[in-house]
């Protein structure tokens, strides 16, 4: 029998009962769920349910990157709405190769053709799908501190937790890569972190046998693993490695792309070109759902002939579509991107290294752009990682006083949208340092 909807009725305007009698939660047990209404935003601010106005220093998942209600992204899509709200991804569409071509410009030269998915996991999946034709070989190389997406490859190319109750997919192999910090490499310098990671991969390639390695997948920031900065040499080694034994090089920026680091990519920051970028969040900040895969030429040219087995129903939602096109020109226009690498290097990356120098209990702080992870020890010599209670405590602290902070483990991830202002930065630095007071730390 279907759910009798007057069961409803009661509820109809209360969003919070609505969410704890029908919505289904990711990455929870759903039991003590207790979310938190938003109704709108602005800017980098978030209304409440409860009236009060949040600073977001999360971006939500990291992918709010132009802020909250940006209007001239809401005009793209109502425009694109009222034109054509859906067609199917045979067909050509102006929205869609406008699209295409300013997200394409972006990425380095000899990569022209973008296939578009749904968002980050799927986009991974037929990055990796490409490889694994290309070349035909299986293997996938990554990194233990990762993550690609929820979805059947991403997932097992994940490094993470995540991956362990979902590895399912076979021909995926991890390896280490440089976290001076935290080094596996008894490293002391990021140096020798570099050199000896490049060392450790190439090993792994040869053990692993170079002819069965489609390609490598990293991150060229490692997000959601701790915003973790490579070492300035590191990709060019990697690209030297992958190129000496004709494995691809698939670079991760669906976290990391579109201003997140001061930088258009992430990867512009280094001096390599990978054969395949992934994207998603940051290119319309998630104000209608969507990502990709930008193709060098060689990738691309492998299916003029041949089928590419991939495709998706929403392969390039008119919407979605509307929504890259607006947000690209409106950062360009505001120079959103150039506004990030300010705010990283006048306003986040000296305040958070002044509240290092004021709370023991940091252990290190590191990122660019508005892309920063503040560590957090318990002992800052023995580093070892602070409890997960006071990690918690930190982001009540944080709730308290307006400011929604993220956390992953023992690290405070601190990423505002790249439309922050010098003001609403330092005001946001002002609350962390209120808030590790009052956690003790
Ligand atoms: C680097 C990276 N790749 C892929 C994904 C997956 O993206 P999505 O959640 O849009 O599928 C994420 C999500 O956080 C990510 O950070």
Same mark, same amino acid.
């Given at each position: ?27 929870? @047990? ?21 009236? &009060?106005?949040?600073?977001? /220093? ?22 694109? #709405?009222?034109? $054509? ?48 034709? +290309? ?17 059947? @490859? ?7 937790? &995540? ?11 991890? /390896? ?8 596996? /490499? ?38 959601? @693993? ?29 976290? @990391? ?7 258009? +990519? ?12 992934? /994207? ?9 759902? #969507? ?20 495709? $998706? ?125 009052? #956690?003790?730390?």
């Amino acid at each position: 029998m279907g759910h009798d909807l007057s069961q409803d009725a009661e509820i109809w305007d209360d969003a919070y009962k609505l969410d704890r009698a029908h919505v289904f939660h990711s990455w929870h @047990a759903q039991r003590n769920l207790d979310p938190t209404e938003v109704v709108t935003g602005h800017g980098v601010w978030l209304k409440y349910g409860d009236g &009060r106005e949040m600073l977001d /220093f999360t971006s939500q998942q990291v992918n709010v990157n132009i802020g909250y209600q940006h209007p001239k992204v809401i005009e793209g899509i109502k425009k694109q #709405a009222e034109l $054509l709200c859906t067609v199917g991804p045979d067909y050509a569409n102006l929205a869609r190769g406008r699209a295409a071509s300013l997200v394409a410009r972006r990425a380095p030269e000899g990569f022209d053709k973008v296939f578009f998915t749904n968002a980050g996991a799927d986009a991974n999946e037929n990055a990796m799908r490409a490889a694994r034709l +290309f070349t035909g070989r299986d293997k996938i190389l990554s990194s233990y501190r990762c993550y690609h997406g929820n979805t059947g @490859a991403a997932i097992s190319a994940t490094g993470d937790w &995540r991956r362990k109750p979902n590895d399912y997919s076979r021909g995926h192999v991890h /390896f280490f890569t440089p976290y001076l910090y935290r080094s596996e /490499f008894s490293a002391t310098t990021q140096e020798e972190e570099c050199e000896r990671a490049l060392a450790h991969l190439e090993h792994v390639i040869q053990f692993e046998g170079p002819d069965t390695i489609a390609a490598v997948l990293l991150e060229s920031v490692p997000g959601t @693993a701790g915003i973790i900065i490579p070492p300035k040499d590191y990709f060019k080694g990697v690209r030297e490695i992958t190129k000496k034994y004709s494995i691809l090089m698939i670079t991760d920026e669906v976290m @990391a792309g579109f201003g997140r680091t001061g930088f258009w +990519f992430a990867l512009d920051d280094y001096d390599y070109t990978p054969d395949i970028i992934s /994207f998603a969040k940051g290119c319309n900040s998630g104000y209608v759902p #969507a990502g990709g895969v930008i193709m060098s030429d060689p990738v691309a040219h492998r299916f003029d002939d041949i089928v590419f087995p991939g495709g $998706l129903t929403y392969s390039g939602h008119p919407l979605a579509m509307g929504a890259i096109v607006a947000t690209q020109e409106a950062m360009e226009e505001e120079h959103i991107v150039d506004n990030a690498y300010t705010i990283g290097k006048d306003v986040l990356g000296p305040q958070l290294t002044a509240l290092y120098d004021k709370h023991p209990k940091i252990g290190e702080v590191c990122g660019k752009g508005v892309f920063w992870a503040v560590e957090m020890v318990a002992d800052r010599t023995t580093k070892e990682p602070l409890d997960d209670a006071t990690m918690k405590q930190i982001v009540a602290e944080g709730d308290k006083r307006g400011l929604i902070l993220g956390v992953h483990n023992n690290r405070i991830h601190v990423t505002p949208p790249c439309v922050i202002s010098a003001d609403e930065a330092t005001q946001g630095v002002e609350i962390l340092d209120q808030v590790l007071i009052a #956690a003790g730390c």
